[in-house]
């Protein structure tokens, strides 16, 4: 797997660290819902910072300002969600930064194994699932998942 992965790597690992990339710019710039979430955020701050001006004022009455600061509050409450939902890409620079290390440990890593190398293992995967008797999944850190076919061997 290794050794497949250091021949290849300018196709699979360079490639999705460009492909993540630029959909986090994309999600970063000028997300339109983002846009819509953080003015009805702040509307509705200006909204219940009015209703506490009225109600410090005197003019509204004390259970008519404290139901609709209750009214506020819960859209706020719901906004705020709405919008850590849209923040939810920051898992994705969290995924970009743990393939740039594999990346990098496979390309200042040796040429080509020959033998099983315990640390460059540990470093490089995060799971192995036996599939089969002849296949296996390994999935690396960073999220991407490579099968390797194994060669019957005799009985």
């Given at each position: 797997?290794?050794?497949?992965l250091?021949?290849h ?5 360079k490639?999705?660290?460009?492909q993540?990339r630029?959909l ?8 339109p ?12 701050s200006?909204?219940?910072y009015?209703?506490?001006?009225l109600?410090s004022?005197?003019?509204l009455?004390e ?6 600061l209750?009214?506020i ?8 969600r ?7 890409n ?8 743990t ?5 990098d440990?496979i ?11 315990e640390a460059?293992f540990?470093d490089?995967?995060e ?5 089969s008797?002849?296949c296996?999944?390994f ?6 998942e490579?099968?390797?076919q194994?060669r019957?061997?005799?009985?």
């Amino acid at each position: 797997m290794y050794n497949k992965l250091k021949l290849h790597e300018g196709i699979i690992l360079k490639p999705t660290l460009v492909q993540l990339r630029s959909l986090n710019d994309a999600l970063q710039r000028g997300n339109p819902a983002m846009l819509e979430v953080n003015k009805a955020i702040a509307a509705a701050s200006e909204q219940s910072y009015k209703v506490n001006t009225l109600r410090s004022k005197g003019l509204l009455d004390e259970a008519a300002c404290s139901a609709k600061l209750l009214d506020i509050e819960a859209k706020l409450a719901g906004l705020r969600r709405e919008r850590r939902r849209l923040l939810k890409n920051e898992d994705i620079e969290e995924v970009m930064d743990t393939l740039r290390q594999t990346a990098d440990i496979i390309h200042s890593g040796p040429k080509q194994l020959g033998s099983f190398d315990e640390a460059l293992f540990a470093d490089l995967v995060e799971k192995i699932t036996a599939e089969s008797q002849t296949c296996i999944r390994f999935r690396l850190y960073g999220g991407i998942e490579l099968v390797e076919q194994l060669r019957e061997v005799g009985r």
